[in-house]
């Protein structure tokens, strides 16, 4: 299954579900949503219960987004 991501306002926050595969050659889809996201200064939640299979290319996508939101304003936040 080829990834799908759906946007739901929760109060302030932005929750991003993923949904399929986050994988090398998906992850590009992945990016430049969160990337849109990040610069309208959203609070983003990436859901990825629905996530079926992430390879290491998804895992940085997911994690990189992390870095460059910081440097952006934005925030994702993490569990703690």
Do not use: N, Y
């Not at 080829?2 to 739901?8: K, N």
């Not at 996508?61 to 870095?67: A, C, E, L, M, V």
Request: hydrophobic share 35%; aromatic share 2%.
């Amino acid at each position: 299954m080829a990834l799908r991501t759906e946007t739901r306002m929760s109060g302030a926050v932005v929750v991003l579900r993923c949904l399929g595969r986050l994988v090398s050659g998906e992850e590009s889809a992945f990016r430049e949503r969160v990337k849109k996201l990040l610069g309208e200064k959203h609070r983003i939640v990436l859901d990825l219960s629905e996530i079926q299979h992430i390879d290491s290319t998804g895992l940085a996508s997911s994690r990189g987004r992390t870095t460059k939101s910081v440097k952006s304003g934005s925030s994702i936040p993490e569990d703690t």
